[in-house]
């Protein structure tokens, strides 16, 4: 059985920072990438980060980059994800997620085939 398990959202002032982790189980983890997906207020899950599984390619959203780090221990089958300078339009859910691609790191919920629950971001001003 699979499980992704996000942890360390909390609620923090702007320009706070926090760290995500996604730990993962049942899953030959160093075969997927990894993903964050994030749904703030009236929005679907879009895109944060992702990195392959060998961490040798990241990408970002835009309103992630400069900002937030996305990372992975292979050893600890656990991605991180580095939240930095947050901002209250930051405020979301913030989901982990894998997809078994190699290269090529897919902003579409769709070719993600494990998802974790959760761990709630707010920021306040």
């Known amino acids: 059985q699979v499980q992704l398990v996000e942890s360390g959202g909390g609620s923090v002032q702007a320009g706070d920072s926090l760290r995500l982790s996604c730990v993962t189980s049942?899953?030959?983890?160093?075969?997927?990438?990894m993903s964050w997906f994030r749904q703030t207020s009236g929005k679907g899950k879009e895109f944060v980060a992702g990195?392959?599984?060998?961490?040798?390619?990241?990408d970002y959203a835009d309103s992630a980059k400069g900002r937030f780090t996305v990372s992975r221990d292979n050893n600890e089958n656990t991605a991180y994800l580095q939240l930095s300078g947050l901002k209250p339009e930051d405020t979301g859910i913030y989901y982990c997620?894998?997809?078994?691609?190699?290269?090529?790191?897919?902003?579409?919920?769709?070719?993600?085939?494990?998802w974790g629950q959760g761990t709630q971001v707010t920021v306040a001003t």
């Open positions: 990195i392959t599984w060998s961490g040798a390619k990241i």
């Open positions: 049942g899953l030959i983890f160093d075969k997927f990438l």
């Open positions: 997620a894998a997809a078994a691609y190699t290269y090529v790191i897919p902003k579409s919920r769709s070719e993600y085939v494990y």
